[in-house]
């Protein structure tokens, strides 16, 4: 967003709790610009799905507001905020075929007959189901359901779409080809998305910003490669992702990086996003694609190893390392010809650059 172009969403210091008591959503200042996809991503309960909800106009926030295009709609009902809406149970109407779910946001727009026609006839090539028009929703795999859900949602050209865990009853396979689908569209029809997810594959996959929500406050937010390689918080470390974590005692900063002991006596090196004092009890998270098999300059390590797991795409290598801990690594089918048996005498490492440092008690990160 440039300094003269105003978000198109706005929350203002929102809070919303729903027995005067528990804040669901706490001070939530968030701002979404016109085009963007937004995920909100977060385990359940975090409030990610609640702050969808009062931009919807579902939920109204129990202070704070909420600014759409320049507008506070904090009591404006659902119908005049002209959204589109995707949910996980599709909530087509049964009754009606392909054409008609299609058509009936259009009546309720009061677009006359033959512009319904021609949307209805353009949404249809949309989602390449031209075919199916005149089957009714229970004639239809769960992927043509939800491309359908997803076509009735932009047939009127809403200006922004709302999406709460669309691809969540799919399989692993369509959900992936769906993601696809899904950005394909966003960036062809320059369409503002707001989209609630706990996959964070998922999250990773579709969005240009990734806010990520625990205990009712957003953590981080930033494009995905952010969150992901610069965690602000433990939280974030350990839900974007898998991590080694590792005990330790900060000590001193060496350079750009902080030197941290083990109980057992090992040095490790780390970066710290928040500086952590001498002494202070922490934890270091390094993920398993970084760590690699061999000598290297940081964080190097003698253990032995106690498995290898094929996962398709790599190799699983899990290594006991008695100065730090165990030790997962994930290896390229590439780097195949590199791994050890079980049992077998290897060498650890990892770049200094590729941990971070929290103190122990900042796991929640609220």
Not at 60 to 67: C, L, M, N, R, V
Not at 74 to 102: C, D, I, S, W
Not at 125 to 149: C, E, H
Not at 309 to 338: F, M
Request: charged letters at 20%; one cysteine or more; proline letters at 5%.
């Amino acid at each position: 967003m440039t300094a003269d172009t105003a978000p198109l969403v706005v929350f203002d210091g929102v809070h919303k709790s729903y027995d005067g008591k528990v804040q669901v959503v706490k001070d939530l200042h968030l701002r979404i610009d016109e085009g963007e996809f937004l995920t909100l991503l977060g385990p359940s309960g975090s409030g990610k799905t609640t702050t969808l909800m009062m931009l919807a106009g579902f939920e109204e926030p129990s202070a704070g507001d909420i600014i759409f295009d320049g507008r506070r709609i904090n009591n404006m009902p659902t119908y005049k905020r002209n959204f589109g809406m995707v949910f996980q149970n599709y909530a087509l109407f049964p009754h009606m075929t392909v054409a008609e779910n299609l058509a009936f946001p259009l009546r309720m727009h009061r677009f006359a007959k033959p512009e319904i026609a021609g949307r209805v006839k353009r949404a249809l090539d949309m989602i390449r189901l031209d075919s199916v028009a005149d089957r009714r929703p229970i004639q239809l795999s769960g992927g043509q359901q939800q491309r359908v859900a997803l076509a009735r949602a932009l047939v009127f050209e809403p200006r922004m779409v709302l999406m709460d865990e669309p691809l969540g009853a799919l399989d692993k396979q369509l959900r992936d080809h769906m993601q696809l689908e899904i950005r394909e569209l966003h960036e062809r029809l320059g369409l503002t998305v707001l989209y609630v997810t706990h996959d964070q594959s998922e999250a990773m996959t579709m969005s240009d910003r990734v806010a990520i929500f625990n205990d009712g406050l957003v953590q981080q937010i930033g494009p995905p490669d952010m969150v992901y390689d610069k965690p602000q918080n433990a939280f974030v470390a350990r839900f974007m992702g898998e991590n080694n974590v590792l005990s330790a005692v900060a000590g001193q900063v060496d350079g750009v990086s902080l030197r941290l002991r083990t109980p057992a006596g090992a040095e490790l090196l780390a970066q710290a996003p928040d500086k952590l004092a001498a002494g202070v009890a922490s934890q270091v998270l390094v993920r398993p694609e970084q760590v690699a098999l061999g000598t290297g300059k940081d964080n190097c390590f003698s253990g032995v190893v106690a498995d290898v797991i094929y996962h398709g795409n790599h190799l699983r290598v899990v290594v006991d390392v008695p100065q730090v801990g165990r030790i997962t690594a994930h290896l390229a089918k590439s780097e195949c010809h590199l791994c050890p048996s079980e049992g077998d005498g290897v060498q650890v490492n990892w770049p200094a650059t590729a941990a971070v440092a929290f103190p122990a008690d900042s796991e929640t990160g609220a």
